[in-house]
């Protein structure tokens, strides 16, 4: 079945509509042999039951054997890199049941490994191992990286459309917060009369910190010159108060930065319309997309967007503080040059170092800053080649498909995950509430489900025992995130029957 006939036979309005029916093993088995990326889970390895419990390295799992044949020629490497991955249990007797992929519904915290990860990994390792510092301008045959310093652009281009982007809008460097700062030392600008950065009531610790920082680097104080727009009581924020608030600050606002998907909420903004309202009054626009990106579509391009900055250890797989991505639109990358011998390059004032300089003359250590056109001249080092394999195995996979289908299955699981959520409050009515949108359109994979009083602890417990790997936020939430790539709907239909277990003990 084509993905968007697997999505629009349930898919009315803002909202999907499962049978009553649906509340089976059964049915959520059936949606799983139609679904079109079921093969995509086998590129992944999802922790197992027995492996989350494990308190040491497994004795003979994941044996790599490297054969190296070596020709003639150094550059010319055949490397044949076998993996097995066996899972022993050292101590006790497992179960058939434990050795089965565990429910892992924290995709939107650390993706699962995809398997190509380590081959790219072992591949890096070899090609250093074998030309040392000949890496960086030479790859070599059969193996899946360029030569190392090609790579950051071929990461970066291959992201761009999971981003909405040109190629040389995006780059792919640093991690999120340390390219927050780089952007937000470019774009935030402030006047006398401009100063203000907005973003909303309860931004991630490390973005907080970020614009607090920023604003006293530049000698203002967070009390006079931050603005949180609150939500209204069941923790969203409707469209119309942001937007109110950029009319009551489009006087004094310097910046706008929100996140596309809110970290504990859930919901999904409005990125193109809030985007335009700013600018239209002055305000320069930046989005963090920790939550959103290789979650949710998007076209940061067509929608104008100043900057953006995302991680690629949540819903893009490349492993913890993998190496983040940056958007720069292509209106602030420009590089012109004036006439005349002495050619000075005219560019967006920024933080620079080697690496944002042209490649072309990159080397020539001549000391005058000529920077690459586009989002790679934000660069500043040389970037960790270890982390853009780690990266690239991770995009091997994720480019198999694209968001477009992604999205269609994700708008299918998230919503029968909350189909069932809504059959166990007609069974245990009060035992917790959704946080995020009903509205599909308004939110990505996941889930923020508000539980009542005292029962974290104990869902934390049967969730351990069971194997299911949800995360949970302190006083009462629990994120539920079945990501489409390598969740399937018995997944969801697990998960739902321990936390059932979980309130009805
Ligand atoms: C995950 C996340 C981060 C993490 O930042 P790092 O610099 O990668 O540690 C920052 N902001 C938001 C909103 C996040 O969700």
Redesign the pocket.
């Known amino acids: 079945m084509e993905t968007s006939n697997f999505t629009t036979a349930l898919l009315q309005g803002h909202s999907i509509t499962f049978p009553e029916s649906a509340n089976t093993r059964e049915y959520a088995a059936s949606l799983d042999a139609q679904d079109p990326l079921a093969a995509l889970r086998a590129d992944f390895i999802i922790p197992t039951k027995a492996s989350l419990a494990a308190k040491s390295i497994p004795v003979a799992t994941s044996t790599l054997q490297t054969t190296t044949l070596r020709n003639d020629s150094a550059q010319d490497l055949t490397t044949t890199t076998t993996t097995t991955t066996t899972t022993t249990n050292n101590a006790d007797a497992t179960t058939a049941e434990d050795n089965e992929p565990a429910v892992y519904f924290c995709g939107n915290?650390l993706g699962c490994q995809p398997k190509a990860v380590r081959t790219y990994l072992a591949a890096h390792l070899d090609t250093w191992a074998s030309v040392g510092v000949q890496g960086h301008h030479h790859g070599l045959t059969a193996s899946p990286l360029p030569a190392w310093q090609d790579l950051a652009a071929q990461a970066s281009s291959q992201s761009a459309a999971i981003v909405g982007a040109q190629p040389d809008e995006v780059i792919i460097m640093n991690?999120?917060?340390?390219?927050?700062h780089l952007m937000l030392a470019s774009f935030y600008t402030p006047t006398a009369q401009r100063h203000k950065i907005i973003c909303e009531w309860k931004?991630?610790?490390?973005?907080y910190y970020a614009v607090e920082s920023q604003l006293r680097l530049h000698g203002r104080d967070p009390a006079a010159s931050l603005v949180l727009v609150q939500p209204d009581a069941n923790a969203l924020i409707p469209t119309a108060k942001i937007l109110a608030a950029i009319d009551e600050h489009a006087d004094d606002a310097a910046l706008l930065l929100l996140?596309g998907i809110q970290?504990y909420s859930g919901q999904l903004f409005d990125i193109p319309r809030i985007t335009a309202y700013a600018q239209a009054r002055g305000i320069m626009v930046g989005w963090?997309l920790?939550?959103a990106a290789g979650n949710v579509p998007l076209k940061l391009h067509d929608w104008n967007v100043d900057f953006a900055v995302w991680?690629t250890?949540?819903y893009l797989n490349a492993g913890p503080?993998s190496i983040?991505g940056c958007f720069v639109h292509e209106k602030h990358g420009a590089v012109t040059y004036s006439d005349g011998v002495d050619s000075v390059p005219m560019f967006r004032p920024r933080l620079t170092g080697w690496y944002g300089h042209d490649k072309d003359t990159r080397f020539l250590m001549d000391n005058k800053f000529r920077p690459t056109p586009g989002a790679a001249g934000f660069q500043c080092s040389n970037p960790s080649v270890v982390d853009l394999a780690s990266l690239s195995g991770a995009l091997s996979v994720f480019n198999k498909t694209d968001m477009a289908s992604l999205r269609a299955k994700s708008l299918l699981l998230t919503s029968y995950a909350e189909f069932l959520l809504d059959g166990i409050l007609e069974r245990y009515e009060g035992a917790f509430t959704v946080l995020t949108p009903r509205n599909v359109a308004e939110r990505g994979a996941q889930l923020s489900v508000l539980l009542r009083d005292g029962l974290l602890e104990k869902a934390g417990d049967f969730f351990k025992n069971a194997g299911v790997v949800c995360d949970q936020r302190k006083p009462g939430v629990i994120r539920v995130a079945p990501v489409p790539i390598y969740n399937n709907f018995t997944d969801v239909w697990k998960f739902m029957e321990v936390l059932e277990k979980a309130i009805s003990s």
Do not use: W
């Not at 991690?175 to 927050?180: F, G, S, V």
């Not at 931004?203 to 973005?207: A, L, Q, T, V, Y």
């Open positions: 915290s991690t999120l917060t340390i390219n927050l931004p991630f610790p490390s973005d996140p970290y963090d920790a939550h991680c250890y949540k503080g983040g």
